[in-house]
């Protein structure tokens, strides 16, 4: 079963530069594994400037560059804590973050197993991000992170998607596993221009 | 004067000038690892102090619970009314340039400074 929300574009021209970072979250604390999110995403964000040159007589080719790393470490950063509240505690499916680039877009992907429970939840943020208006959700989000004791902001997404004009979409597809039976993996997506 | 200190990051509360300074890299667990930084803002609004200067110059770095919890202070702050916030921050970091505008919708008079 595969199910897509959002804007979510399977890959038609392979990436020829790409990197992809794997991980298992019940393998270490999940202190030390929070660290490591940030870690990651700097890392991404570093190694990309590689293909962004700075010229010292063009001016605009260094705000382009800062522009583009901390949004790259931005984004990374929340799809990973993302996946990291997400996935399925009760199996050991690695965490997957791949960025590719193309000509004029780059794409920062996310793949987690996910929970029957959150799977609800997930689709329902998904809902409300298609639904209503970011800067009434922004305003909900906050008031309700005051109110509530979990560890979630709901501003992750939002942000993404409104401070970062991204594109953002999201893939759901049951895999046949041994144990239990089947998984539900989801990937999201996000497509930003460069 | 009060302090959270970290290695990644710091919170510094200076009460003779009624300044908390931000600094470094938040990238902190949810509401469980904010917690001290959130209970810190609850005992500056409880002094009652007719002015707060929240400066995020040095805050290069914050995760969207980070801002949540700026959000969370910054409402707080609305909804008392009588406290004034000046909030400084650095327009080359990028997600200060993109939130002034939504800290501004959480709480109209807030007046705003690039340092």
């Given amino acids: ?194 | 004067m009060k302090k959270i200190i970290n290695k990644k990051y710091s919170v510094i509360y200076d009460d003779t000038t009624n300044t908390i300074i931000c600094s470094g890299v938040m990238r902190l667990n949810g509401k469980t690892e904010y917690e001290p930084i959130l209970q810190l803002f609850k005992q500056i609004v409880q002094q009652e102090p007719s002015q707060i200067t929240l400066n995020l110059q040095q805050l290069e770095t914050i995760n969207s619970y980070g801002i949540s919890m700026l959000g969370q202070f910054i409402s707080s702050l609305e909804r008392k009314k009588t406290i004034k916030l000046l909030l400084q921050g650095n327009k080359n970091i990028s997600w200060q340039q993109k939130w002034i505008n939504n800290f501004q919708r959480l709480m109209p008079a807030l007046q705003f400074e690039w340092i």
């Fill in chain 1, 1 to 194: 079963m595969k199910q897509i929300f959002g804007e979510y574009a399977e890959e038609t021209v392979k990436s020829k530069e790409f990197l992809k970072i794997g991980f298992t979250p019940n393998s270490t604390q999940l202190q030390q594994r929070w660290r490591n999110n940030g870690l990651s995403a700097d890392f991404l964000a570093d190694y990309l400037t590689t293909f962004f040159p700075i010229d010292d007589n063009e001016p605009s080719t260094l705000q382009r560059a800062t522009e583009l790393k901390g949004a790259v470490s931005y984004i990374a950063n929340e799809l990973l804590e993302n996946s990291m509240k997400f996935h399925n505690p009760n199996d050991d499916y690695p965490i997957t973050l791949e960025v590719k680039l193309y000509n004029e877009h780059l794409v920062l992907c996310v793949t987690n197993s996910i929970s029957p429970a959150n799977l609800l939840k997930f689709q329902s943020i998904i809902h409300d991000l298609e639904h209503i208006e970011p800067q009434e959700l922004y305003v909900r989000q906050i008031k309700q992170a005051s109110k509530n004791d979990g560890n979630s902001s709901g501003l992750g997404l939002l942000t993404i998607i409104d401070d970062y004009e991204a594109k953002i979409g999201w893939k759901f597809e049951t895999i046949q596993t041994q144990k239990p039976t089947e998984q539900t993996l989801v990937t999201t997506m996000v497509q930003l221009s460069i």
